[in-house]
């Protein structure tokens, strides 16, 4: 049981280019979510999946684009990568609303 | 909506020191209540957790009590230790509007010294 695994851990892009941020969980969660973490501003929302086949967006969801084919996955586009979404990353899962379960991150860098 | 505000960090301590965070919340409902905590280059991870008013979560030496009357879960912990360097998160998780996501305050850095 591997939980929630985000590939890659590091990514540097340049301006303008487009990149998948990969998430995957083994716990047959229904609900997933990404989140962006910056220095003085918690988590934010970017998007959210309720099951497969249903996405909506977050607090902060443009330059980002989801989709949810399957329970077990929930990958993140970012469509022309801007130096403003230099971030960290974080995908979660969770059986409810209630506990959610985390992945380990993905550290983004857009020069 | 529903908001959550905890106190700003950094926390700074000695080990073997007492340690508070305090969390409020409002909630149009009756929410779960939930402390996660972030090791260093790590993800979130549960800490403990609350379900209704009156009841304690507790977990590796730290408590918090859901006090629906003040609408706070104030992070408690007798005697920190160095490992217990991290950022902690209040959060809460409340289903009764319909809305799935739960609602997560900005984090406090506590950084306990030697």
Redesign the interface.
């Known amino acids: 049981n591997a939980g929630v695994t985000q590939t890659p851990k590091f990514q540097v892009l340049k301006t303008g280019q487009s990149m998948t941020l990969q998430c995957a969980q083994d716990m047959n969660h229904e609900y997933m979510s990404w989140y962006r973490q910056d220095p003085g501003m918690g988590l934010r929302l970017i998007h959210y999946s309720v099951g497969a086949g249903i996405t909506d967006q977050g607090e902060v969801p443009n330059g980002y684009n989801v989709s949810r084919s399957t329970t077990e996955d929930f990958p993140l586009r970012l469509l022309s990568a801007a130096p403003s979404q230099t971030s960290v990353y974080f995908c979660a899962s969770s059986a409810t609303s209630d506990t959610q379960y985390f992945g380990p991150g993905t550290r983004l860098t857009v020069l | 909506g529903d908001s959550v505000t905890q106190m700003e960090g950094p926390v700074t301590l000695s080990e073997e020191a007492f340690l508070t965070i305090n969390c409020t919340y409002t909630a149009t409902g009756y929410p779960?209540l939930?402390w996660?905590v972030q090791y260093p280059g790590?993800?979130?991870?549960?800490l403990l957790?609350a379900t209704k008013a009156d009841d304690k979560g507790s977990n590796k030496g730290f408590e918090a009590t859901y006090r629906k009357e003040t609408t706070s879960f104030h992070l408690e912990k007798g005697s920190v230790q160095v490992s217990d360097s991290a950022v902690y998160?209040c959060?809460l998780?409340d289903?009764t509007g319909g809305?799935?996501?739960?609602t997560?305050?900005?984090?406090t850095s506590l950084i306990v010294h030697p």
């Open positions: 779960s939930f996660y790590e993800g979130l991870q549960l957790k998160f959060a998780s289903r809305s799935y996501i739960p997560f305050g900005r984090g």
